[in-house]
């Protein structure tokens, strides 16, 4: 199975600052097409979860553009610009090139 | 518009059985990959199981093979989780999620999620 590893776990963060979440993979998620495998998703208190980010960098429709994705291969960035009470949630990144499917441990986002 | 309403779940003690359904409307199963995913209380994400748009292809994490079997039903737009010699560590909310692979112009991943259906198993 391919292991998603995420850091930090938690992610306290003073509205208007940046947030960064790290996810690397125990395997390449390059696909041959030249696409990678990796999206990433928020989940509200709450909620289902929202996807943000597929294909590595392409923002979904709909997702504030203080939202991007960046990386290739094994190690992959979630990036949001300047962080809003409104984006509290546990983040995941999630593979999709291989079976099973799996999620990164997720970052629990908090506003300081 | 897509819709996707879940129903089932509830307390059964270890060893029984559970059937979750999930209806869909707005869209054919037939064209996407479906799937259940579920989160165990205050833990993270944990696919389960999917199934292609022609049906045959049905893929199981691996705790749970042999013992979860995904189905649907074409007539009524439905998928369902027949969830059999349930453990302790099955209890969880279980999402039905939709997803994309990206092909005929489509963004790719989860694009629709159920309400989600909680699942306890206990004695």
């Known amino acids: 199975d391919i292991v998603m590893t995420q850091s930090p776990l938690s992610l306290p963060v003073t509205p208007g600052e940046p947030a960064s979440i790290s996810c690397r993979s125990s395997?390449?998620?390059?696909?041959?097409?030249?696409?990678?495998?990796l999206d990433w998703y928020v989940q509200k208190p709450g909620q289902s979860p929202q996807l943000l980010i597929y294909?590595?960098?392409n923002r979904a429709s709909g997702v504030p553009d203080r939202f991007s994705g960046s990386g290739s291969g094994t190690d992959f960035t979630l990036e949001i610009s300047r962080v809003e009470a409104e984006d509290v949630g546990i983040y995941y990144c999630m593979q999709s090139i291989g079976v099973p499917v799996t999620f990164g441990q997720g970052t629990r986002l908090e506003i300081k | 518009e897509v819709q996707i309403v879940q129903s089932g779940g509830g307390l059964v003690q270890p060893g029984g059985s559970l059937r979750l359904s999930c209806a869909a409307s707005?869209?054919?199963?037939?064209?996407?990959?479906m799937n259940w995913v579920r989160q165990a209380p205050g833990k993270g994400l944990e696919w389960v199981a999917n199934m292609g748009p022609d049906g045959n292809e049905k893929y199981y994490v691996a705790s749970v093979k042999g013992r979860f079997t995904i189905s649907r039903d074409a007539a009524k737009n439905s998928l369902f989780l027949q969830m059999n010699n349930l453990r302790g560590e099955d209890t969880a909310m279980y999402y039905c999620?939709?997803?994309?692979?990206?092909?005929?112009?489509?963004?790719?991943?989860?694009?629709?999620w159920g309400q989600g259906t909680l699942v306890t198993v206990s004695s």
């Open positions: 999620g939709r997803y994309n692979v990206g092909s005929s112009g489509e963004e790719r991943g989860f694009h629709y």
């Open positions: 395997q390449s998620l390059l696909h041959s097409n030249g696409f990678n495998d």
């Open positions: 294909f590595g960098s």
């Open positions: 707005g869209f054919s199963l037939s064209n996407y990959w």
